[in-house]
Structure formats: C-alpha cells, structure tokens
C-alpha cells in the first residue's frame, strides 16, 4: 500500500500541474534581414573570388570550387521568382581581384560602371568561399580493442556583399550549408582516409543552392512558428477561450483587469499571459 501511495503521489502532482497549463501556438512575423525600398530592383551579380588562383585554391579543387560557385547563382537565380527583382549575370569570375583582397570594398567609381553596364540599381558581389571538412572523433573499446570512428561533415560559406548603384555598402552577408558527409571506422593506429573536396564536387553544388536560396530569403519576411503556454484554471478561463478565439483585444482587456488581482499570485500569473496574448496579437502573429 505504502508502495502504491509513493507511486500515486508523485503522478497525481503531474497531472495537477499539466492541469494548470494550455498550450498555444503562435506564428511570428519577423522582418527581412535586408530592407530595400518598394520600387523595383534589378540586381546583377559578379564573382570577385578567383577559384583558379593558387593562393586562394588548391588546383585539385578548383572544379569543386568551380561548382559551388555554380551551385550558388543557381540558388540565388530564385530573385527572379518574385516579379519585384530581375536578377543578370555579370561575371562568374572576375580574376582581376587579387589574393587576399575579397574583404575590400570595391570602389564606386567600379560599383557604378557595372552597374550602368547590366542597367541594375544592385550589385550583388560574391566575395570569398571555404570549404572545409569538420570532424568528430569518438572512441570505444570493444574485447579490449580501441576504435576510433570519425564522423565527418562538409561546411560550405559564402561570403557576398550587397551594393546600391551609387557604391554604397547595404549589407554583408555570409550563408553557410553543412552536410553529414561520411562516418569512418579503424582500429586505433591504423590509418582513417580523409574524404577529398576535389571529389565531393556535385554535394558542394548541392548546398551552394541552398546557400543562394537562403540568402535571397534575407529580403523577405518569415514567419516563425511558436507555441507559448498559458496559465489556466478559473481566473483565466474566460481570457484564455478568447486568445483560442484569436480575439486578443478582449483576452488582453481581460488580462489587464487580472494584473489588478488582490491576489499576488493570480496578478503574476495574468501578467505572464498578458505578455503571451499581446505577443500573438501583433502583425503576423495568429
């Protein structure tokens, strides 16, 4: 019995506990990363790192390079969905732009001629690209054996800078795109083989696409989707059926009356779903 009674007690405290909580969900609306005007936008894009240059890229990677490169103006060609953007093709590798200089900003008497050249009012710059693999090591002993297994991932950055056509720097931006790329297991002291950028070429184009296609993501608002708990219970029926009626200006003029409460603890608990109902009322939250 006493058994019975250890078990129960905690069980019912959960139940009594989840009894005073309902859960809601939100949809947030947060505001593009990058904000341009309403007018329309002719974008044009221009590579400024030289894959084929030593300094930059080993020469057995330069295919792979080459395909990010590919990969990524494929994904950010997705500007040309939305009838607001005309996306143009400038240069996919200017070699002009030495080694070690793809943090400098170009100069605008540059920023200008291309983009009176292509007839764009923005000039998108692709200024550098890593490609790396990362690894985990994990250890375990098996019949007192010791093996090692690596778990590798291919990371993928791209670095872009974004110009208005007066040569003013309106944003800087890096995408990244990673992948779980191989596992690998060896007995301790044998050797594990490393996996090769040069021959990972088609799954480096793969997440310069989705590299493009966050970036052009940057100019547009997304929604967020959330889930907030509310305090229940008798005080707060009445408020909490109107915030699932999605009526928030009742729900929060019931709510402030309850901040009001003699009682503390009520007081607090209103003022927390006050917080939740305005939050979900505001533009983009449902």
């Known amino acids: 019995m006493?058994?019975?009674?250890?078990?129960?007690?905690?069980?019912?405290?959960?139940?009594?506990?989840?009894?005073c909580?309902?859960?809601?969900?939100?949809?947030?609306?947060?505001?593009?990363?990058?904000?341009?005007?309403?007018?329309?936008?002719?974008?044009?894009?221009?590579?400024?790192?030289?894959?084929?240059?030593?300094?930059?890229v080993n020469k057995k990677d330069r295919i792979s390079y080459h395909a990010?490169?590919?990969?990524?103006?494929?994904?950010?060609?997705?500007?040309?969905?939305?009838?607001s953007f005309s996306f143009f093709l400038g240069d996919t590798l200017k070699k002009s732009v030495e080694a070690g200089l793809q943090t400098t900003l170009l100069p605008t008497d540059t920023i200008n001629a291309i983009c009176n050249r292509f007839n764009?009012?923005?000039?998108l710059t692709l200024d550098s690209v890593s490609i790396s693999f990362g690894?985990?090591?994990?250890?375990?002993?098996?019949?007192g054996r010791e093996y090692i297994t690596i778990n590798f991932t291919l990371n993928t950055r791209f670095f872009l800078s974004l110009y208005s056509e007066d040569g003013d720097l309106i944003d800087r931006s890096e995408?990244?795109?990673?992948?779980g790329y191989k596992t690998r297991t060896s007995m301790s002291g044998l050797i594990i083989l490393v996996p090769s950028i040069s021959r990972s070429s088609e799954e480096i184009g793969n997440l310069a696409f989705q590299a493009g296609h966050d970036y052009v993501d940057k100019f547009y608002a997304q929604v967020v989707h959330d889930t907030k708990q509310l305090y229940s219970g008798k005080p707060f029926k009445e408020s909490n059926d109107y915030i699932f009626a999605r009526n928030w200006n009742k729900a929060i003029e019931l709510l402030e009356q309850l901040t009001k409460n003699q009682d503390p603890v009520i007081a607090d608990k209103a003022r927390y779903n006050l917080e939740v109902a305005k939050e979900a009322s505001e533009p983009g939250g449902r």
């Open 2 to 19: 006493k058994i019975f009674i250890s078990l129960l007690l905690p069980l019912s405290i959960i139940v009594v506990l989840s009894s």
């Open 21 to 56: 909580t309902k859960i809601v969900y939100i949809n947030r609306k947060i505001a593009p990363e990058i904000i341009l005007g309403k007018e329309h936008h002719d974008v044009v894009f221009v590579n400024l790192f030289n894959y084929t240059h030593p300094e930059n």
């Open 68 to 83: 990010g490169v590919l990969g990524l103006l494929d994904g950010l060609s997705s500007f040309s969905s939305d009838s």
């Open 120 to 123: 764009s009012n923005l000039l």
């Open 135 to 143: 690894r985990d090591t994990v250890i375990n002993n098996y019949y």
């Open 175 to 179: 995408v990244n795109q990673s992948l």
